[in-house]
């Protein structure tokens, strides 16, 4: 079995066995026993929905801290543009963006100035390249995870460039490296993220070998330190703002695909609607859309489990931030823009694989055994898919037993039709016992001496 990082985690301490999650992961990767939630490592993609729904905060995603910066010579913070919807309208980008600095990093680089160079090598790769209808977005690193598990074979569709963080990471580290004259791997550069997701493609990259990102800070960590520092910023650094609404946008659903700007296109926020537009491909359909954009959470970034804001709330402040700057002057003109085109070095490494999950049996004749069994177990159960057994629903609990992993008697349902017709063996019994067992009187039971044998008494 590979081993798999993953960045949610579960504090045993704190988890109660409500069994919230295990309704609502979107993959059925946890389940609870004993008391206690467990996630299974091979099907978790670490959207994070666990962490937002969990009621007594048992499930947390693992981030850096800002200690992580003293070990590095120069350090680049790189904001994703969801985080600037977590501000109120007064405080500007160009003053977030000087909080950072006070903060204890060197400079600054927006991921939105990353997404347009994005958006620019996607509408050239649309225009330009064969490829089978639609081509669908590989910025959502747990989207990405989601179809090597269950879609491996719409993977070869997905767009073959690095995401904006990636790119922004390239971009911001050979610039210092060429401008200060220190080492590259001195140079650190940090991601300010929506979602825990984001902390998993760091460590364990889909499309290249090794990330250009050195650590991936929590929106909800650095969000608190932040606003103090903002608070005693004077007047606006404009010279480090220089993102455009074209980017900006890609904070929430939809501005992706606006800002790839293809005649025909798709967006898509929320796991179960994935699925569904997964299938419809797989059926053959939206063959005459161009592009499809795909979200893990509801709304795009924006509505990540580690932001501070609420989603509406957060998208309203986007939109305002998106309108204020639709006049900016693009930082790279086309010329620049072309050149990353035809250049390497932001096309995707190596391929993104598979992912096999739940495997019965190595043994593909055993296997199949297995599946048969399956099919008989759920069979016998009751459908209700209640999830009192610490599995999602019934298929699962019948998945569990077959790897060992559960008994038929964790459904309630079960048990209590058991427990009665035990029952009802047991008084069934008590009413059939031998005489020598009999609790009744032995004088009634036993015959008189005169009466044996038909003779008189002597």
Known sequence: MPHYFHSVKLDEEKCKGCTSCIKRCPVEAIRVHHGKARIIEERCIDCGECIRCCPNHAKVGL?????????????????????????REEKSIEKILAGFLRLGFDEVFEVALAAEVVSYMVRGYLETRKYKKPLI???????????QMRFPDLLQQVAPIMTPMEVAARLAKQDAAERTGIPYDRIGAFFISPCPAKVTE??????????????????????KELVKQINDVKGDAEELHRATSRGIAWGYLTGESRAIGSPSTLSTGGIQNAVSIFEEIERGGLEDVDFIEVQACEGGCVGGPLNIQNLFVARVNLKNLVAKNR???????????????????????????????????????KALVKMARLDEITATLPGLDCGACGSPNCRALAEDIIRGLAFDTDCVVELRERVKTLAEQIVDLARKLPQSLSSGSSKEKEPSPEKVDGGEGI
Request: aromatic residues 12%; charged residues 30%; proline residues 7%.
């Open 63 to 87: 981030t850096d801290s800002l200690e992580r910066l003293a070990d590095f010579d120069h350090k680049i913070v790189l904001p994703a543009p969801s985080f600037f919807g977590q501000f």
């Open 137 to 147: 977005s590989g910025a959502c690193p747990a989207i990405l995870r989601l179809m």
């Open 202 to 223: 760091v460590r364990q990259p889909l499309n290249v070998k090794k990330s250009a990102v050195d650590g991936v800070i929590g929106a909800s960590v650095i969000y």
């Open 327 to 365: 006049t900016k002057e693009p930082y790279f003109n086309d010329k620049r823009l072309f050149e990353f085109f035809e250049q390497d070095d932001f096309w995707s490494k190596q391929r993104v694989e598979p992912r096999p999950i739940m495997v019965l049996d190595e043994d593909v004749s």
